[in-house]
């Protein structure tokens, strides 16, 4: 092993990052390159986060993947050609591993092996790693880059182990595939992941029960094979393109599609209705989540969101002929309030004879018995139950994590009552140890791919700064969780996200919080606020101090 300058005595490693995914690989580059020594743990057998476990049928990432790739090698950048507008988890994985080759950062990966617990001592400042393969490595620093939607959640229905079929989760899907041909099979949830699993699977079942609570805003993504020309025309703007997307105003999702160019910047309230239709129509035939990009105050004031969110039911109205069935599928809540959900063919699944739709908005889900589902008199017979139903999103991950920090505390017991972080970067009783794309961050909002990047290269500075200045340990203060957990408070409530319920706010997974979950102020904000805390020496909110070196 190199050692590197500064290192901490007895320790293995400057830093252990936990996780493979996009974050995860910005940060093993990046500490590499600036000379820590460093190793990666990855849990599954391969690198690509999210995309290793969700291969279910017919996912597609949903922003553009010229656009959703690291940009912080020209080589990669330029070597690397995407087949598709939006990719599916096959190639975001190929991707992955080619990021992993081409930056020869494959010798300080190792997969396959589980974090099973970190531990902190409190007296040399250093963490202790205890991995599924029985070895236990010491690092002065930790990142964690494990993923904001990565704990897979099941509503606990009553009889739930009775089931006598096979059941699946959207996000532990097998790699060999489940071949569904003419079987009964049932899906729970219409969120990203079910309607992506619903348009595909239709046209295999033999039956296809889809049980349906809250009826999203389901846009067409209009994928297609890339068109060289545009990849080509990408490749030799990308410096600006990707500055520009950076740069981009509400919480930066905005950007979302390289074609349809420059943010919008005007009130919605300001636009007469010819401006509206104009706009609108051009980011429907564009596609995607286009719609992000659109008049700043949707977000903020319902007048304004109501022309989107009208303008869109009638879009999703018109596509489906039932009109009882319109009636059903139709959101009625503020447009982006909740993720717009990208889709191919979705509405017109349910013109199938082998498609029955489930009302649960009245009554839901009693429970699983051993031959499928009942909801109130009617038992649903299947051989196949998929979930659908999400993750426990932001906190879910650590809180599964077996870390001990200070006084053995855990972030299941620290995050309990909510998300107690500052920045969005670290946790009080966790010192030294760096949360990516989670917690507190503005990460549901924003391209995370970018977030990650910019997080993980202000952790960068932070480390080398303290390296150069012998200091060998850096927490929040409790005080600075509160203040932080109060600024994502004040920016959702400035919102109009509280109308609806939604993982951006824990309102999926029963009990869960939504303090301090998600900063809401946008990228830019979020940056300045980084910045700030870089230019201040880490005063504000941060306790630096040097221990004696571990012996
Ligand atoms: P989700 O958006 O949280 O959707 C979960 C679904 O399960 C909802 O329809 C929910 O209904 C339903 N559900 C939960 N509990 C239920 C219960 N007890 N009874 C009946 N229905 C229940 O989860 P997701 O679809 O996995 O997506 C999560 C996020 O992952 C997305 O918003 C997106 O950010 C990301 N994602 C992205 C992609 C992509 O890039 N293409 C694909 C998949 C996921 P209610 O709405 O009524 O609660």
Request: hydrophobic residues 35%.
């Amino acid at each position: 092993m190199t050692e590197s300058p500064g290192k901490t005595p007895n320790t293995d490693y400057d830093v252990i990052i936990v996780g493979a995914g996009f974050g995860g690989l910005t940060a093993l580059h990046r500490m590499r390159e600036l000379g820590f020594s460093v190793r990666l743990f990855e849990a599954a057998p391969n690198v690509g986060g999210t995309w290793y476990w969700n291969q279910y049928p017919g996912l597609k990432v949903d922003v553009e993947s010229i656009e959703y790739s690291l940009s912080f090698s020209h080589v990669v950048e330029q070597e690397w050609t995407w087949s598709e507008r939006y990719s599916g988890p096959q190639e975001l994985c190929r991707y992955a591993n080619f990021v992993a080759d081409r930056l020869d950062l494959r010798r300080d990966i190792q997969t396959g092996t589980r974090i099973d617990v970190a531990e902190f001592d409190e007296d040399t400042g250093v963490w202790a790693l205890s991995t599924s393969g029985g070895e236990t490595l010491r690092s002065r620093f930790v990142m964690m880059c494990t993923g904001m939607l990565n704990q897979p959640i099941k509503p606990q229905f009553p009889g739930l182990d009775s089931f006598e079929g096979t059941q699946y989760h959207s996000a532990r899907w097998p790699k060999e595939g489940v071949d569904f041909t003419g079987k009964r099979v049932g899906v729970i949830g219409t969120g990203s992941s079910g309607v992506q699993i619903i348009s595909t699977i239709a046209s295999e079942v033999g039956h296809l029960h889809v049980f349906h609570r809250t009826p999203g805003y389901c846009l067409p993504l209009r994928n297609h094979a890339m068109p060289e020309e545009y990849s080509t025309r990408v490749k030799a703007n990308y410096g600006a393109w990707r500055a520009a997307e950076r740069y981009n105003s509400f919480g930066g999702w905005v950007a979302l599609n390289y074609e349809i160019g420059e943010p919008v910047t005007g009130s919605a309230l300001d636009a007469t209705p010819e401006e509206h239709q104009e706009l609108f129509d051009e980011r429907w035939k564009s596609g995607g989540l286009s719609f992000y990009n659109v008049y700043p105050d949707t977000y903020t004031d319902l007048e304004a969101n109501a022309v989107l969110s009208q303008y869109l039911q009638a879009k999703i109205s018109e596509r489906i002929k039932d009109p009882k069935l319109a009636e059903i599928l139709t959101p009625k809540y503020p447009v982006l309030t909740k993720r717009l959900i990208a889709e191919t063919n979705y509405y017109e699944v349910y013109e199938q004879d082998n498609v029955e739709l489930v009302d649960l908005r009245e009554n839901g889900i009693d429970e699983i018995t051993p031959k499928g589902v009942r909801v109130g008199d009617t038992e649903y017979e299947l051989d196949s139950l998929v979930f659908a139903t999400g993750f426990d999103a932001m906190i879910g991950s650590l809180k599964a994590m077996d870390v001990r920090g200070r006084n053995g505390l855990t972030f299941s017991e620290h995050w309990d009552d909510g998300a107690r972080t500052h920045m969005g970067l670290m946790s009080a009783g966790f010192p030294n140890l760096f949360i990516i794309n989670a917690a507190g961050s503005p990460a549901p909002l924003f391209q995370p791919i970018i977030l990650g990047q910019e997080q993980v290269q202000w952790v960068a500075r932070l480390i080398t700064k303290l390296t150069e200045r012998n200091i060998n340990c850096i927490e929040p203060t409790s005080e600075a969780e509160d203040i932080w957990g109060g600024l994502c408070e004040e920016t959702v409530t400035a919102t109009l996200f509280p109308l609806t319920d939604s993982w951006y706010l824990g309102k999926n997974v029963p009990g869960k919080s939504r303090t301090g979950l998600a900063y809401f102020g946008g990228m830019e904000n979020y940056r300045q606020i980084m910045t700030d805390a870089e230019v201040g020496d880490y005063s504000d909110g941060f306790v630096l101090s040097t221990l004696p070196a571990s012996n």
